[in-house]
């Protein structure tokens, strides 16, 4: 059963507008953390914003916020005021802290955002 | 303060070979784990370590090792290479694995090609 689901393969934005990466996740685990990671083609995973799951604020860095919905299990990535170099694959990554899951993350398939100028 | 590093970032082997590729964690960080990029399967679980111990691992064969030693640096052994091992292979350091409120930040990866 897959846990993280990112259901754009491929995303496109005007340069300076805000953007919505979509990210809904599956769990039956009452702690876990939600992640979002950017991958450009070189390779490196940047870590990009983390939300847990007893923060009852949603997660902003910077250009990042997170727009966390419990209920709905979603967790979507909002990049405002998208640059050139937000160009990229971003993947939806999940935590959880019970069973076999110990210590690992499961990752979405990755949305590839392309900001156009 | 220095991130995560990976050697080497970029390699070549034969079928049949092995390799061995190294991570250094965030300084402080004593949770390793390794994961396996590839176009067809994604981002897939290797294992993960914590003071040297070996704490999950995912669903590979044995083919596929790792060790963490005590400076936390740990290291990933993939024996009789295969062609469908060609894969980024990417190191992420934690500072401690419980819970989930550690943030986990990555190195920039291993690109390893199998011909």
């Known amino acids: 059963a897959q846990k993280i689901t990112q259901t754009q393969p491929g995303m496109f934005v005007q340069e300076k507008e805000a953007v919505t990466l979509d990210c809904t996740y599956d769990?039956?685990?009452?702690?876990?953390?939600l992640f979002w990671y950017k991958q450009p083609s070189s390779g490196e995973m940047i870590f990009l914003i983390y939300q847990g799951s007893y923060d009852e604020q949603n997660a902003t860095e910077g250009r990042y916020s997170l727009n966390f919905q419990k209920a709905r299990k979603s967790a979507n990535l909002v990049i405002s005021a998208s640059q050139l170099g937000d160009s990229a694959m971003y993947f939806c990554a999940m935590r959880e802290t019970g069973g076999t899951s110990y210590g690992k993350l499961t990752f979405g398939q990755g949305t590839i955002l392309t900001v156009h100028p | 303060k220095a991130g995560v590093t990976q050697t080497p970032r970029y390699l070549i082997k034969t079928r049949g070979q092995q390799v061995t590729l190294s991570c250094s964690p965030i300084s402080g960080h004593r949770s390793v784990s390794w994961y396996q990029q590839t176009p067809g399967q994604g981002l897939q679980f290797l294992f993960e370590?914590?003071?040297?111990?070996?704490?999950n691992k995912g669903n590979f064969p044995g083919r596929f090792s790792g060790r963490q030693f005590s400076n936390s640096r740990s290291e990933m052994n993939v024996s009789t290479l295969e062609l469908g091992d060609s894969a980024l292979y990417l190191c992420?350091?934690?500072?401690?694995?419980?819970?989930?409120?550690?943030?986990?930040?990555f190195g920039e990866g291993s690109w390893l090609t199998v011909v």
């Open positions: 992420a350091s934690s500072p401690d694995a419980q819970g989930a409120g550690n943030t986990i930040y």
């Open positions: 769990t039956s685990d009452q702690s876990y953390g």
């Open positions: 370590y914590f003071s040297e111990t070996q704490r």
